[in-house]
């Protein structure tokens, strides 16, 4: 039997990651009807750091302040991403919240354009173009005007598309395992802070609570920012990212199967075009053969 190469497996494992962030959306505004967006967070990122150094003690023994650093930087990124989204979510449906999130896949090619000073070409510029326009019907209101939860959501597209871009500065250099820890720390340590002076400790973590926090902790923070940082390695930080376009349309349709969440004509034919503008954006991109951003 012919053995699968290795890109196509590390490839499988983003795929898998992008379905267990889907799902996390729904679950996670289930749980902020029960606590503050910074108090779930510091919860969930401390007990998968806690799970991360269980299981990767040994490289945690060798780690060194490189691999310190640049877990500081993608924890940082990660941080902005995690706290936009989940504060957004408070304000916008979990649908859109996923759709917007995955705009973070049109903004890689754009950073890396200005890392490489090149300009973006033009099936990246119809793509973000398309891309913006979805955006736009996806969160206008009734009212004309944009969700302050939807503002806030494109806000953590932004730290995510940084952290994409960074694991794949960083993921050839260094242990996989301390970075995940590092990263993941970091985004707990200051949610942690911020949510000790902002807001009340729950009296009760209830069932809703503790199921997004079961699947958030372990298989959407802790295994799968493992998996990302040793497997993207494997490819390149566009093919990662036209992978994580899956993730809006699993989030979109776990929100409807599981809590019934409909999205309207409109909102419909915006989500159409901003994975139209994700498709178009990166194809044209990777396309472009561009070096990858590696420290040597």
Sequence with gaps: MK????????????LLIAFIWGTTFILTKGALGFVGPYTFLAIRFILASVFLALISYQS???ITWAEIKAGL???LFLTVGFVFQTVGLQYTSASNAAFITGLSVVIVPIIISIYTTSLP????????????????LLSITDAFRVSYGDILVLGAAFGFANHIVVVDRYSLRFNAYNLALVQVFVVGLVCMLVAIFQEPWPPLINAPVMEALVV???FGTALAYLVQNAMQRYTTPTRTAI??????IFGAAFAHFWAGEVLSSRALIGCALIISGMLLTELNFAGLKLPRLRQT
């Excluded at 190469?5 to 590390?10: E, G, L, Q």
């Excluded at 070409?121 to 736009?136: M, R």
């Excluded at 992978?243 to 809006?248: D, G, K, L, S, Y």
């Design 121 to 136: 070409t033009w099936g990246t510029t119809c793509g973000i173009t398309l891309a913006t326009i979805g955006l736009f």
């Design 216 to 218: 958030t902790v372990v």
């Design 73 to 75: 930087a993608l924890g």
């Design 3 to 14: 053995k699968i190469p290795v890109r196509w497996r590390a490839e499988i494992y983003l």
């Design 60 to 62: 945690l023994y060798r």
């Design 243 to 248: 992978i994580f376009i899956t993730e809006p």
